[in-house]
């Protein structure tokens, strides 16, 4: 991910560094190209702007280390910004799930990614923190969508709520909450019906299911190939549902990856995890130090 950016980043930088003094104009063209380098990567335009000023900001009128070129230390500040935008609250890809049944809502369009990172998680929690995870899908339209979870669940070894014809969105998670709770389960999550594009059916039975289940998380999935689509989507779904956090999937692609930059500034919503393949262990913690890392090669 990111391969674009960073390589734009590092060429920007490669002569930067190989210049004795930094001027302001060359900060200034320097972060031009920052900036360009921003929207090649899909970037929205408000966010590369604040980013880019607050950068020039903090480098106008620092006194340089003696230990490091005035190149690198553009590179350091652009290298904190990256981390100031991208970063949440608290350790990256923490949850709150520490009072059982702790549910956890999945939300997105449809072929983001949704039920498959719903598996790939439940994996996770099962594994690495040795939780027990029920999980059920409500995507009632399409039992393809049922099955298809019920499948994952018995690949990884996690439950489903057996599906029962004719239930409804709203009475699957409830059902689903009497039986994490019967069951001695830590955790229940929820995937939620998707749709080809946000509409207000959809928006409608997610919010009819978050009031029942109270979640300590939503998390949104998005197709991280679709940048400022996702973007938008993220926005949408924030401000009609309240998300806690993003999934962005497809990382392993060779999108541009400004969608994480964007999702993070426009949201205000921390991206907890990565999606990075279609297997089950494909899921990993967003790292913003590893991610700022990348950017600037
Ligand atoms: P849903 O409609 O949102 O539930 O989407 P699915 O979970 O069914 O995923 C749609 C397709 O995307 C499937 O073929 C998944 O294997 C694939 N997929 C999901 N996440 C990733 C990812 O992080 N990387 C890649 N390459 N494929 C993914």
Redesign the pocket.
């Known amino acids: 991910m990111f391969e674009n950016l960073s390589e734009r980043l590092s060429g920007v930088f490669d002569r930067l560094t190989k210049q004795g003094a930094l001027s302001d104009e060359d900060v200034k063209t320097a972060l031009r190209e920052v900036r360009v380098a921003l929207l090649e990567a899909d970037v929205s335009l408000p966010v590369a702007r604040d980013f880019v000023n607050a950068v020039q900001e903090k480098a106008t009128g620092q006194a340089v280390t003696k230990s490091i070129t005035p190149g690198q230390q553009v590179v350091k500040i652009v290298h904190d910004a990256l981390i100031d935008v991208l970063k949440g609250e608290g350790e990256p890809g923490a949850l709150k799930i520490d009072n059982a049944p702790a549910p956890i809502l999945m939300v997105?369009?449809?072929?983001?990614?949704?039920?498959?990172?719903?598996a790939?998680l439940a994996k996770r929690l099962k594994d690495r923190d040795g939780k027990r995870v029920l999980m059920a899908s409500l995507?009632v339209n399409r039992p393809a969508?049922m099955e298809?979870l019920a499948i994952l669940g018995m690949q990884i070894g996690v439950d489903t709520l057996p599906i029962v014809k004719g239930e409804t969105p709203v009475q699957i998670a409830k059902r689903t909450k009497t039986q994490a709770s019967l069951g001695g389960y830590d955790v229940y999550m929820l995937?939620t019906a998707?749709r080809l594009s946000i509409d207000e059916e959809l928006m409608a039975q997610v919010e009819q299911v978050r009031d029942i289940v109270s979640p300590r998380e939503t998390l949104l999935?998005v197709d991280?190939l679709t940048g400022q689509d996702a973007v938008q989507t993220a926005e949408n779904f924030n401000t009609r549902i309240g998300i806690s956090g993003v999934v962005l999937?497809?990382?392993?692609?060779d999108g541009r990856g400004g969608a994480a930059l964007s999702m993070r500034a426009v949201t205000g919503k921390p991206i907890k995890f990565?999606?990075?393949?279609?297997k089950m262990d494909?899921?990993e913690t967003f790292e913003p130090e590893r991610v700022a890392g990348r950017i600037l090669g």
Do not use: I, P, Y
Not at 108 to 118: A, Y
Not at 274 to 278: D, K, T
């Open positions: 997105g369009l449809q072929g983001s990614g949704k039920t498959t990172t719903t790939k995507d969508a298809q995937d998707g999935v991280g999937t497809r990382m392993d692609g990565v999606g990075l393949g279609e494909a899921l």
